[in-house]
């Protein structure tokens, strides 16, 4: 083996030995420890997919109530938890701030939507079917509508990926943010009040 | 002649648990019945399956059939039998959804919470679960 050939190989199996420390890394749940509310938790783990029921681990959260949406794809949302310690309800804002920390996308907040078109001037139409007129993107049609109120312009709503708002939509005539991801940072309004 | 309609999944649901299948069958006011292995249709067919869910006051049933991978499918003829298709939803979402929600709810429980409220939403079809320690 010439000298290039056996740096070749010195490359290819360091890369291989990264990749395998990085997979391993990935398939394992990060084990942090954070703080909250102000007060240190005690070490909290969150798995990987952040779909899954596991979500933020309640239990290590030390939550003492919760609140959580099954829709009818399957998909499970974590609406709302309380923190015991902290005698009150964590806001989706502080929950999602945790799980930035540990590099984790953040969870929707579909309960603000109300109070997000609310403050958008918008009205909501559930269980739409058909598209907006200016809407010829090939997304799955979701129940989320979002129909301006003066009727000149539709825009839809729907969960990308990582469970943010997507707005779309054509010919606006106001400058709503299109294509941004919203409903990040809304705090909970009082639109499931019923569980408080 | 019969119009069935078989569901293996919905959305990313998939029935792995006739014990949890039972409990969200019995959500809906269906009965899960696993000593019985064949189900009745329109007329006189019927079919070899797993286990047998029944809708109170309805001449057929809905068969489960247990997956090569683990899994159970959902077999109904919806088609002439209303009540079935109100029972378990288009598509059969309905127990689907109310099948996920037994899920989190199992999770729940071994995680020392249990069920305070529950609370359906018409408007969005979402069912949300509230629970306590």
Redesign the interface.
Known sequence: MNRRNWLKCLVAASGAILASGVAAFASKPQTRRVHLLGQQLETVTILQDPWKVDLARMDQLRTDRMVYSVRQDGRIYLIKCRSAPAGRWITTSELNQLRMKLGFAPVPDWSSRDAVVDSLKLSIQHNRKERPWNDNSRRPITDIWITESDYRSLKSWSADESGGLLVSGAGLDRDLPSGKLLGLNFHYPATISQFA | MSHLVKQTS????TIKSLDLLGKACAKLGLTLDTSRKVAHYYGSSKAACDAVITLPGCKSDIAVFKQEDGSYAVEADTSYFADIAKAL?ENS??L??RY??E??IE??TN???SV??E?W?P???????????
């Not at chain 2, 919905?10 to 649901?13: F, T």
């Not at chain 2, 408007?123 to 320690?133: D, G």
């Open positions: 919905q959305g990313g649901v939803g979402d309905s689907f959804q996920r929600a899920e989190l999770q729940a995680d020392g919470f305070a409220q609370f939403n408007q969005t079809e979402e069912l949300q679960l509230a629970f306590e320690r």
